[in-house]
């Protein structure tokens, strides 16, 4: 069982950054795909970005690619979302996720959730 604790979200004005924290549980983090999904009023989850249990393999959303980073410290059981030249269209509701594996689709696990409202 992997828990997972997002923290980092807030309101910023458009144009601004966040950076997005996710603590996992447990002694095993680095054998988990690790993501970042988002869900918006009224829409499905969407996949924001993904990294590989190791590390060494990214993928981001097209609405997202050059403006958000996904990282992740296995040292610290943390992956991080940075989001800079943040737009409107980013306002959603922003989970952590993790699968046992290489990759975290589908997603096993979920956090709560923290919201980021970006302001025009």
């Known amino acids: 069982q992997v828990q997972l604790v997002e923290s980092g979200g807030g309101l910023v004005q458009a144009g601004g950054s966040l950076r997005l924290s996710c603590a996992a549980s447990?002694?095993?983090?680095?054998?988990?795909?690790m993501g970042w999904f988002r869900q918006a009023p009224g829409k499905q989850r969407e996949l924001v970005a993904r990294?590989?249990?190791?590390?060494?393999?990214?993928n981001y959303a097209d609405p997202v690619k050059g403006r958000f980073t996904i990282s992740r410290e296995n040292a610290k059981n943390t992956v991080y979302l940075q989001m800079n030249s943040l737009k409107p269209e980013d306002t959603a509701v922003y989970y952590c996720?993790?699968?046992?594996?290489?990759?975290?689709?589908?997603?096993?696990?979920w956090g709560q959730g923290t919201q980021v409202t970006v302001s025009s």
């Open positions: 996720a993790a699968r046992r594996g290489v990759v975290v689709q589908p997603p096993e696990y």
């Open positions: 447990g002694r095993t983090f680095s054998s988990y795909g």
């Open positions: 990294i590989s249990s190791g590390g060494g393999s990214t």
